[in-house]
């Protein structure tokens, strides 16, 4: 199981940080950890309530990070699920997806937490979703990095 050797991000301080969550909506049940996981990694972190924007699927997450880069915020998590089939359906929408934030992230210089779960069975997506049975906790981690990047970020501008 990947995780081995991640970074302890715990004692973040994003009180006064403006961050939004931009989720999917298939999968409901990995959809629900991730988007646990990430605003209860928020919370610890000082903000309450995070603004959640809900999109049809994880082809969108982009567009939408994007546009709460454009109106001010100081980082984005994105979070979605994309589960193998019969199809090649599932190479072309991680593949857009992922070079979507990625390119969102380097236009706009506002980190995007990638939580993005690319996986080949649901089995796989729900040992990372963060639920109780899982091994991994994957919207957890996708907030950390974002507010750890951004304070980087901060830190590198001020000197």
Same mark, same amino acid.
């Given at each position: ?85 019969? @199809? ?8 857009? @997806? ?9 236009? @706009? ?8 779960? @690319? ?41």
């Amino acid at each position: 199981m990947s995780g081995a050797g991640a970074p302890d991000l715990s004692g973040l301080d994003a009180s006064r940080l403006r961050i939004s969550v931009v989720a999917a909506s298939w999968h409901d049940q990995v959809m629900d950890g991730l988007l646990a996981g990430a605003t209860s990694a928020l919370g610890e972190m000082g903000i309450a309530e995070p603004e959640v924007v809900r999109v049809p699927g994880s082809f969108e997450l982009p567009v939408v990070a994007r546009q709460l880069a454009r109106l001010g915020r100081d980082a984005v998590i994105a979070l979605g699920v994309v589960i193998r089939g019969g @199809t090649p359906h599932f190479e072309y929408v991680s593949a857009a @997806t992922t070079d979507g934030l990625s390119r969102v992230a380097l236009d @706009t210089g506002v980190p995007i937490g990638f939580g993005l779960l @690319t996986c080949d069975d649901e089995q796989q997506a729900l040992d990372r979703a963060g639920l109780p049975d899982s091994s991994e906790d994957k919207g957890r981690e996708a907030a950390e990095a974002a507010v750890a990047t951004l304070l980087t970020l901060r830190g590198l501008r001020d000197h």
